[in-house]
């Protein structure tokens, strides 16, 4: 697993982990009894001297191949399926695995996280692609999730036994999901966190996703992982990558990781209470070097972001008026481009992304291009601020990567129409 800072000048870590089972050809042994197949997000058989128990069973997508990597290592009827969060990628192979018997267990709130999940797909689904589609090669759309209701839910902590050994499920919310599970085998000493810590270990937290998402609370998130050091867990087995072992070295990055959390929130609140603005303190953000963790999916200035919202919602003082009713100040732009002129603002775009202004000049060509889509300057200057971020974002950070390459995708596909 990406799992070290040191490790952030190799790309975007995340990229790899999501597509880390496409040439997979065979189950990775974790331990004895512990057998992994990579996913998108990744699934776990638990081996019993009375059965099987999975951890959560992959993407609808993959099932026969899923089933097919477990098979050889499946030791008789399938007991019970945990799943760690209500996201696809954790249950879409339910159907596939669950046999006569087999009880499916889901953190509290799943129904209803995965019944809002599901409602605004319409909405979702467009955004998730934008970001995902090039990255996961789908070439075509994802078969629709099975309809998915536990049989039983936690509420805090849920004990059970099977074929003597003992499993703990325990609410660690936040991650991705208010129902997040973790899957705790107190005598072999093994956490199944999910995403509890995002997708990457030792890494940033994604508050909010770029997809949209219910912002996931911060004292939520450090609760949770304070509750898994206390564990004092041997061996951490999360939703991607490799597993992470050895104790000393986990409470060290679970203790780095709070760190890194506490600082950004105080950051926050401090410089609220300084009277500073929430882009002031984005811009300002850099975690001590003692702290510093990885940005593979979330950064540190978008944590910044989401904690301000959290803490003091959505209204910023600042932005005055007009945020409090239905009129963008996108409904003005007419005016400016009829007052400046389109190759004006054009224009004045470019030489802010001449002299390394590039979100200067996007202000200024979301203008020109709301009112003349096909403006092709502006267009122009719209590949190359983009070009310009793209070479300047953070190291390692699929999500900015995603972003910045579809808007330069878009920018290319609308010169070439309007060649």
């Not at 867990?233 to 990558?241: K, L, R």
């Amino acid at each position: 697993m990406a799992s070290d800072t040191a490790d952030q000048g190799k790309g975007p870590a995340l990229a790899g982990l999501v597509r880390a089972g496409d040439a997979q050809a065979a189950a990775i042994a974790v331990t004895p009894f512990v057998f992994q197949v990579n996913d998108i997000s990744n699934l776990y058989l638990v081996t019993t001297a009375d059965g099987d128990v999975m951890v959560n069973t992959g993407f609808m997508d993959n099932t026969e191949r899923n089933i097919a990597l477990l098979a050889p290592h499946r030791t008789g009827p399938l007991r019970k399926i945990v799943l760690t969060q209500s996201h696809a990628d954790h249950f879409g192979g339910v159907d596939a695995f669950r046999e006569a018997g087999t009880e499916v267990i889901g953190g509290p709130g799943f129904d209803e996280a995965w019944g809002d999940m599901k409602r605004l797909q319409p909405f979702f689904g467009p955004r998730s692609a934008k970001l995902w589609a090039s990255t996961l090669r789908r070439g075509g759309t994802p078969k629709p999730p099975p309809e998915v209701k536990p049989d039983r839910l936690v509420d805090r902590v849920l004990d059970f036994t099977v074929g003597g050994r003992r499993f703990e499920l325990i609410h660690a919310p936040e991650g991705e999901t208010v129902d997040n599970l973790i899957v705790w085998l107190p005598d072999d000493r093994i956490a199944f966190t999910g995403n509890l810590v995002g997708p990457v270990w030792l890494s940033m937290p994604f508050f909010c996703t770029l997809r949209g998402d219910k912002p996931r609370a911060v004292w939520n998130t450090l609760k949770a992982l304070r509750r898994l050091r206390d564990l004092a867990p041997e061996i951490v087995i999360t939703g991607h990558g490799d597993p992470i072992r050895g104790a000393e070295r986990i409470a060290a990055d679970v203790d780095r990781m709070i760190g890194a959390i506490e600082w950004v929130r105080d950051y926050t609140l401090d410089g609220m209470n300084a009277g500073k603005t929430v882009h002031e303190l984005m811009r300002e953000a850099r975690l001590p070097e003692a702290l510093t963790i990885g940005e593979f999916h979330g950064k540190v200035s978008w944590a910044v972001k989401t904690i301000w919202d959290e803490y003091a919602g959505w209204f910023h003082y600042e932005d005055g008026t007009t945020e409090l009713y239905g009129v963008p100040r996108s409904a003005i732009h007419a005016d400016l481009v009829a007052l400046a002129g389109a190759d004006a603002l054009a224009q004045r775009a470019e030489a802010h992304c001449t002299a390394g202004r590039p979100l200067e000049a996007i202000h200024l060509i979301d203008i020109v291009l709301g009112v003349e889509p096909g403006h092709r300057p502006a267009l122009a200057v719209k590949l190359a601020a983009h070009q310009q971020l793209l070479a300047q974002a953070t190291t390692g950070n699929l999500s900015e990567t995603m972003w910045l390459r579809s808007e330069i995708a878009d920018a290319e596909r609308r010169l070439a129409e309007n060649g």
